[in-house]
């Protein structure tokens, strides 16, 4: 079984001690950070494979932090309880969001979640270099032709469409803000933009439901969309 790493950056001890103690009951390598510029630096050196981030932290703050360790999920544990500051945050590329104070048998279950949807994404979303396709179940796109296949079935996609649904597909299973899916795809479709998003999308769910019948893209409230594996 994988030993999972975990990275606590968290400059209060009492909840650093807490929360490392409890990781490593449950097995997982634990690193520790006490600010937001020590856990950069550990995670250019030794990324993790999830981040557990109090906001209020010296150095690199906790929300500039989230900008800079894309890649990596990361679960905000802070005392912020107003919800824009939650939809915020998740905007900015968090996973998830926990309240202090809270339960630690809800910490552990959140980060178990998350750690088994991100290798069931890893397990089934496929790139082969060579032809630039990314797979999730029985849907194949393949970004050079921008077509999207089902066993024999088959529908074409715009450039823009491609780039929006190769993204979604190699995050399956998690959600993905809108201005993440803006910044990633911005350079070679300058045509989406944040009005014509929600069309693009539109208009890849129609296509994905000719080859099954089945809604693959979910619109995650606050948030943005998700692609869903059946």
Do not use: W
Request: glycine content about 6%.
């Amino acid at each position: 079984m994988k030993k999972y790493s975990i990275l606590i950056v968290e400059d209060d001890l009492n909840i650093g001690d807490m929360l490392q103690e409890a990781l490593e009951m449950e097995s997982y390598s634990v690193r520790r950070a006490y600010s937001g510029t020590e856990a950069l630096m550990i995670v250019e050196n030794h990324k993790p494979d999830m981040i557990l981030l109090d906001l209020m932290i010296p150095g690199i703050s906790g929300e500039e932090l989230i900008g800079r360790v894309d890649g990596v999920m990361t679960i905000v544990i802070s005392a912020k309880s107003d919800l824009s500051s939650k939809i915020n945050l998740l905007k900015k590329g968090a996973s998830d969001y926990v309240t202090k104070p809270f339960a630690i048998s809800e910490l552990l279950a959140r980060i178990e979640a998350h750690l088994r949807l991100a290798d069931a994404s890893g397990n089934n979303a496929v790139l082969s270099e060579g032809k630039s396709q990314v797979c999730v179940g029985n849907i194949t796109l393949d970004n050079s032709l921008f077509m999207v296949t089902n066993g024999k079935e088959r529908v074409n996609l715009t450039r823009t469409e491609a780039a929006i649904l190769g993204l979604l597909m190699h995050n399956a299973n998690r959600p993905i803000g809108r201005s993440t899916i803006l910044d990633r795809i911005s350079d070679d479709t300058p045509d989406c933009t944040e009005r014509s998003l929600k069309q693009h999308v539109s208009n890849v769910r129609k296509k994905l439901r000719r080859l099954d019948n089945i809604d693959h893209i979910e619109a995650i409230y606050g948030i943005g969309f998700q692609y869903n594996e059946f």
